[in-house]
């Protein structure tokens, strides 16, 4: 639930979150991890709502004696720099933020800049995807990819450096389209690309190719508008689903069948297509 909980902090202000080694104080439970959430001046009421929620939740002890709050003083940013480094992705993609000069003759270098918004390739959601839209683009021809929920861009602008003409992401919040444009800049991409924050039901384009990394419930939300912006060979791809949600998510698509899941750290990734083919 360490993602959950991340959640939680940053809707309380929390600039960002990260998981750290097992939890130890709590011997008896298993399973635990340390969280640890950065504000930059929290007050009192913000870290007490949040614990509030968190202990309702079960995310934390109701004693709160797994809770630490610290003061941090002149943190360097070069050690915020070195929480990320270079990703290898698949078979081709190497993952880098702006600042690496690491590179590899063999794969693709593809520069991501960690920020607000969600994705730079380290968690196991934006990793399953980015594994199945490599793997779909060797099998295949994918000219036009779809991107909901696209947050930094990193579905988007992977597809692009793998072959696809064109690629379009969407995402309901502006910061994430914001900094989207501002990794396709840090690739050199100009052309063949547009993020924004249109809605699903307003997209009139069919897609060869269309990945949703988003929460399980969503998912089952868009399952009336997804399928219908695929090409007629189209493939969808799905994820953010935990494995217990992925019976319930692939009932919601009727009209599709499932021909790949994998699992990655906890997470479920599938791609499906029309029963038809």
Partial sequence: ?????????????????????????????????????????????QLRNALALLRRCQM?????????????????????MRQFKPLTVGRRLLIVPPWSKASSGRRLRLVIKPGRAFGTGH????????RMVEAEMERRKIDQLLDV???????????????AKYVA?????????????????????DEGVRFSSARLSGIRRKFDLIAANIFASTLIDLAPMLPARLGRDGRLILSGIQ??????????????RCLRMRRERGWVTMLLARRYE
């Fill in 243 to 256: 494995p217990r949600e992925a019976r319930k998510v692939l009932k919601g698509y009727p009209a599709l």
């Fill in 123 to 130: 968690h196991p959601t934006t990793c399953g995807v980015l």
């Fill in 169 to 189: 992401g969407i995402d309901s919040d502006p910061v994430a389209v914001e900094e989207a444009y501002e990794n396709a800049a840090l690739n050199k991409i």
């Fill in 149 to 163: 929920g696209t947050g930094s861009g990193i579905i988007a602008l992977a597809a692009r450096i793998l072959g």
């Fill in 1 to 45: 639930m360490a993602d959950e909980a991340a959640g939680v902090l940053v809707a309380y202000g929390g600039l960002g979150c990260a998981v750290r080694e097992p939890f130890r104080a709590a011997p008896t439970k298993s399973g635990w991890v340390k969280l640890d959430g950065f504000f930059e001046k929290p007050c009192r009421s």
């Fill in 60 to 80: 934390v002890s109701a004693n709160g004696a797994d809770v630490e709050v610290k003061t941090i003083r002149d943190f360097p940013a070069s050690r915020w």
